[in-house]
């Protein structure tokens, strides 16, 4: 079975460009989740969404960031405009609806913002 | 609420001697365990997870892990290192009964082994 695809693998962008990352959870998983990796900062959940609406939100840095789920096998995370800070790598995961705290994660988004 | 706490951001460990990660947690409620491995480059994948059955849980790669509710402590081991083990690893936990968006991570560990 195929697991969780993200894309694009790595982004370089200006300060001030739109970024859009890409997530396709595994078939059948109920709950989506977005995370952000840095040195400084480790390992942040920024929003899980369940079959497809968003549920916690709370770990949006700010509203440059949004997330939208549009059907259960699409999600992506949008930053606009970008900035350096946000320089990161950004994973997706998923899990299904047993909800035990196993997650699936994707290989990761690496963002780079000049 | 939940928090863990992994002892040692790095541990270096000569190949075929024993690998100890520590990992203590605190939890107001009974709780599920986790460590994940991430290899460089790679997104975090479940090593080996607690779940309220047997205290002694094994996983993935020769590695286990002990739940000890009087210590509060969840710790990794493994007893001979092998060069493909060097990754960081993350302990985790959440709370029983409640949903995955309560899993709190930690810093994670950086292992590295010695030829």
């Known amino acids: 079975d195929a697991g969780v695809i993200q894309s694009p693998r790595h982004e370089v962008t200006e300060m001030g460009q739109e970024v859009t990352l890409r997530c396709k959870p595994i078939s059948g998983h109920d709950y989506l989740f977005w995370y952000r990796q840095t040195m400084m900062r480790g390992l942040e959940l920024l929003i899980y969404?369940?079959?497809?609406?968003?549920?916690?939100d709370s770990g949006m840095p700010e509203d440059r960031f949004s997330a939208k789920m549009p059907n259960a096998s699409f999600s992506t995370l949008k930053i606009q405009p970008s900035e350096p800070r946000d320089s990161a790598v950004y994973f997706c995961a998923s899990s299904g609806a047993e909800n035990t705290g196993e997650l699936f994660f994707g290989e990761g988004s690496r963002l780079t913002v000049l | 609420a939940q928090s863990v706490t992994q002892l040692g951001s790095h541990v270096s460990v000569s190949e075929g001697a024993l690998v100890l990660l520590r990992c203590n947690y605190s939890s107001s409620v009974p709780p599920y365990l986790f460590w994940y491995v991430q290899y460089p480059n790679q997104g975090l994948q479940l090593l080996l997870k607690y779940t309220s059955a047997a205290t002694l849980v094994k996983g993935i790669n020769g590695f286990e892990a002990e739940f000890k509710k009087s210590e509060t402590s969840f710790h990794l081991t493994k007893p001979s290192a092998h060069m493909s083990d060097a990754a960081e690893y993350f302990c985790?936990?959440?709370?029983?009964?409640?949903?995955?968006?309560?899993?709190?991570f930690g810093s994670g560990t950086r292992l590295s082994i010695r030829p």
């Open positions: 985790a936990v959440s709370g029983r009964y409640s949903s995955a968006s309560k899993i709190i």
């Open positions: 969404f369940n079959n497809n609406v968003p549920i916690d």
